[in-house]
């Protein structure tokens, strides 16, 4: 350790480790990635994957990472062995992680490490990333204050003032009319109606007694007493109250079929835009098959603070303002996180009169 050459190499790759911490925990992948040889390797056989080369390695992360719902990264530097312009070492490891689908835990892991000198300096020619111990007991923390942390519902809708947009503010009167004439426009038949006591006769009016229902899992439908009345007032033939004694297993074929083309499907949307598209988020995707064509008639129950000026506003709504808010829901009622798995947008119904749209003049559900 007197040669002042390997001193300034063991400093240089503490460095470029750490910076591979600091660019996982800020979610960078870009940086992250260029930490690598133009043919370096990133191994992670317990995951399973395995990436090459920066590109790969940065969109094979963004993948990875858009699948946490948090992550955090402790690396404690380990022996590092150099041998001119190569080198070997190793990183010990702590992570604590949630992911979308509900794993979570933490784990003790090694990274293997071999880097190589360039014009550039130090950098990764492989990481290869060995788990020693994991514990997936179920995580109860979150981040203080963070979107998404059960029970932190006001700070959620708080926060849904983005970039100048409050997604919770009903629209004016002028711009449902707007809305509506659009939604028209494509097929769809619309209604304005004042309030969700309104929407709730209205509904009950446009489905006969005796018909098969599915409702979505669905705030506006369970705000509004459509849920309670479709499911347990014993007018309708409840495809969700079916569902629910049905085995998995053994009846999953009837089970797909029954959700899929019900008479009537009822729901609501994340957003709808003023050029009349209606955009659905779905974790599980079981209300899809129905909105798209597979009930005989599809009824949607929108707020009036779901209409949204075009798409890239609806996204905006479904991942900053929606997604958090089903998040807290999901927990509290399944006990798993949720996510946007499905996402579907309607531009026009499948054919002409099969798809209603009630827009209120309130604010109802997320």
Not at 72 to 93: L, P, S
Not at 152 to 175: C, N, Q
Not at 211 to 234: K, P, Q, Y
Not at 275 to 284: D, E, M, Q
Request: aromatic fraction near 6%; include cysteine.
């Amino acid at each position: 350790m007197n040669d002042f050459q390997a001193i300034a190499d063991r400093v240089e790759i503490e460095a470029l480790r750490s910076e591979f911490t600091d660019a996982a925990m800020m979610r960078d992948r870009a940086r992250l990635a260029a930490l690598f040889t133009s043919d370096g390797v990133l191994r992670m056989p317990d995951v399973p994957v395995e990436f090459t080369g920066p590109e790969e390695i940065r969109a094979g992360g963004e993948r990875l990472q858009a699948q946490w719902d948090f992550f955090i990264q402790n690396t404690h530097q380990g022996a590092v062995e150099i041998d001119g312009d190569t080198a070997t070492g190793r990183a010990f490891i702590q992570e604590i992680a949630r992911l979308r689908n509900g794993f979570e835990g933490l784990n003790y892991a090694i990274y293997h490490d071999r880097y190589r000198r360039t014009a550039d300096g130090w950098k990764f020619a492989e990481r290869v990333y060995e788990i020693r111990y994991l514990d997936i007991t179920p995580l109860g923390g979150s981040a203080p204050g963070a979107a998404g942390a059960p029970g932190d519902v006001e700070a959620l809708v708080a926060a849904a003032d983005v970039a100048g947009t409050k997604f919770t503010e009903p629209a004016s009167a002028d711009r449902l009319e707007r809305t509506a004439a659009a939604l028209t426009a494509k097929g769809f038949a619309v209604e304005i109606l004042g309030d969700a006591a309104a929407a709730r006769a209205r509904v009950k009016e446009l489905i006969p007694l005796g018909a098969s229902v599915f409702t979505a899992a669905s705030e506006t439908l369970r705000l509004s007493g459509l849920e309670e009345d479709i499911n347990a007032g014993g007018d309708y033939q409840s495809v969700k109250s079916r569902a629910m004694t049905m085995d998995r297993e053994t009846e999953g074929d009837e089970l797909r079929r029954l959700v899929a083309t019900p008479d009537f499907a009822v729901g609501s949307v994340t957003a709808v835009t003023e050029a009349g598209a209606l955009v659905i988020a779905s974790a599980s995707g079981s209300q899809l098959p129905g909105a798209v064509g597979g009930a005989a008639c599809a009824i949607w129950v929108v707020g009036a603070q779901k209409v949204v000026a075009d798409l890239d506003e609806a996204m905006r709504r479904v991942e900053q303002h929606a997604l958090p808010l089903e998040d807290v829901r999901a927990r509290e009622v399944y006990g798993v996180p949720s996510a946007v798995n499905q996402l579907l947008i309607l531009n026009a119904p499948t054919r002409m009169g099969r798809g209603v749209v009630v827009l209120l003049r309130e604010a109802i559900g997320f």
